[in-house]
Nanobody
């Protein structure tokens, strides 16, 4: 089914930036989309952003204009550039992708934004 591995999380002050990376193993089927989700303590996972096979992107309203999703097909890697971070962006961020075999999830990387 494949494997996804996130990296790049950490602690930053409000207004700062972080770039998350998601490395997909070669056997991971991400035919339909690659996406980022985040989970706040005690809550379910919320959609953050997706990039589709044709290059189109989609963002949650809460991150539009601040976050940018991209991918490097040659490296099987997806990125999430997060600028102007706010304390309410503090969450566990998960990489995910969907293919013919279903949706695959990474283990998550923590992002903490202090005021």
């Amino acid at each position: 089914q494949g494997r996804l591995a996130e990296s790049g999380g950490g602690s930053v002050q409000a207004g700062g930036s972080l770039r998350l990376s998601c490395d997909a193993s070669r056997d991971t089927d991400c035919t339909f989309d690659m996406s980022w989700y985040r989970q706040f303590p005690g809550a379910g996972r919320d959609f953050v952003s997706s990039i589709f096979s044709g290059g189109n992107t989609n963002y949650a309203d809460s991150v539009k204009g601040r976050f940018t999703i991209s991918q490097d097909d040659a490296k099987n890697t997806m990125y999430l550039q997060m600028n102007s971070l706010k304390p309410e962006d503090t969450a566990m961020y998960y990489c995910s992708c969907a293919g013919y075999g279903g949706r695959v999830w990474g283990q998550g990387t923590q992002v903490t934004v202090s005021s």
